[in-house]
């Protein structure tokens, strides 16, 4: 495995895979490491406690991505499956990590990935052709776009990839006449909550549209688990942030 040494602000030494954000001695560390600068090299550490800061590595692991140039969102290919096998079990080190379960958060495997496509349009994000993160969505009666996860590498998180998929799986459902999207968040995954927000989601309570309240009747409790919440937003204008002007 290749390490990048991260200083915290204490001045505690922490090696990491910047690909798997797990220390060398797989302990599920209740901090996790994403890439902080192209340029710089430097790591931000973030912890669920709030407190974040910059450490500096020791040398640089050579596997740490840069901002792609090129995002590119397609359909599932074949060639595709074992890149989303590795990101199932990269991303759910990240909620481990939080102290979810596995029996909460089951990396999908290739069984499951045949199944998935069965009931539910796959988008699949890649970064200068590199399969980065991925998506899947089911219209469900009377008209609600259900996305049951969005996924992207931790090593690719913060470049746009995960803005990118919620932007075009909005036009898709858009062009299709489907107003809202729902999709369910750890309450545990602070980053999870926190990418929601941002882009326009807000819990799954007061006031819902008709066909939204229609579909929460129908569907909530049969998803819903403890820790667990859905959240909403329109699909017009998915992927943009409030406020700013939307992509062309």
């Not at 999908?108 to 980065?132: I, P």
């Not at 090593?155 to 729902?182: M, N, P």
């Not at 909403?232 to 992509?247: C, E, I, M, N």
Request: glycine residues 10%; aromatic residues 8%; hydrophobic residues 40%.
């Amino acid at each position: 495995m290749s390490i990048g040494w991260v200083y915290r602000r204490n001045g505690v030494r922490v090696p990491v895979d910047p690909l798997t954000n797990r220390s060398r001695s797989g302990r599920r560390s209740r901090c996790w490491v994403s890439c902080h600068s192209a340029t710089t090299p430097t790591f931000r550490i973030r912890s669920d406690s709030g407190n974040s800061g910059r450490g500096q590595i020791g040398r640089l692991c050579g596997l740490c991505p840069t901002p792609p140039e090129k995002i590119r969102i397609t359909g599932l290919q074949e060639a595709q499956l074992i890149d989303l096998l590795a990101i199932e079990t990269r991303c759910a080190a990240m909620f481990y990590a939080v102290g979810l379960s596995d029996k909460q958060v089951t990396p999908r495997n290739d069984v499951d990935l045949a199944k998935l496509t069965r009931n539910h349009d796959v988008m699949v994000a890649e970064a200068d052709d590199r399969t980065a993160g991925y998506l899947a969505w089911a219209d469900e009666a009377p008209g609600v776009a259900y996305l049951p996860f969005v996924l992207v590498a931790p090593a690719y998180q913060r470049f746009g990839l995960g803005t990118r998929l919620l932007r075009d799986l909005g036009e898709a459902t858009s062009k299709l006449g489907i107003e809202t999207v729902v999709t369910p968040c750890w309450d545990l995954a602070p980053w999870a909550l926190s990418f929601l927000g941002v882009r326009g989601f807000q819990p799954l309570t007061g006031k819902l549209p008709d066909k939204l309240q229609t579909w929460a009747k129908r569907r909530e409790a049969e998803i819903l688990e403890p820790g667990l919440s859905l959240w909403w937003a329109k699909t017009d204008g998915l992927g943009t942030v409030p406020g700013l002007p939307r992509p062309s």
